[in-house]
């Protein structure tokens, strides 16, 4: 059996991802197992993509995926998107 104990969340180490507009966003290196099987279980039930746009802002946070849709919005290339997306 495991047995697990309440405790502060360790400090996330974050790693550049894009830049935009002078600022650079940057997004989790690592996520917590608790994340993970958020992720898995928004796969399950919403569906792939739904569960990457949760994944996204889970790793940006509010601002960044907002900075991110802002700047995906000028462009039609879809490889920036993926390349950050693979990068997670």
Do not use: C, H
Not at 51 to 70: F, I, M, N, V
Request: charged share 25%; proline share 5%; no cysteine.
């Amino acid at each position: 059996m495991i047995e697990f104990k309440k405790t502060e969340p360790a400090p996330v180490e974050k790693t550049p991802v894009f830049k935009y507009d002078g600022k650079t966003w940057k997004a989790n290196k690592v996520f917590s197992a608790g994340a993970m099987l958020t992720y898995l279980r928004n796969i399950r039930v919403y569906g792939q993509s739904s569960a990457t746009e949760w994944l996204l802002e889970a790793a940006l946070g509010s601002e960044g995926y907002a900075a991110l849709r802002e700047a995906l919005a000028q462009t039609t290339d879809r490889a920036p998107l993926q390349s950050i997306v693979s990068d997670l």
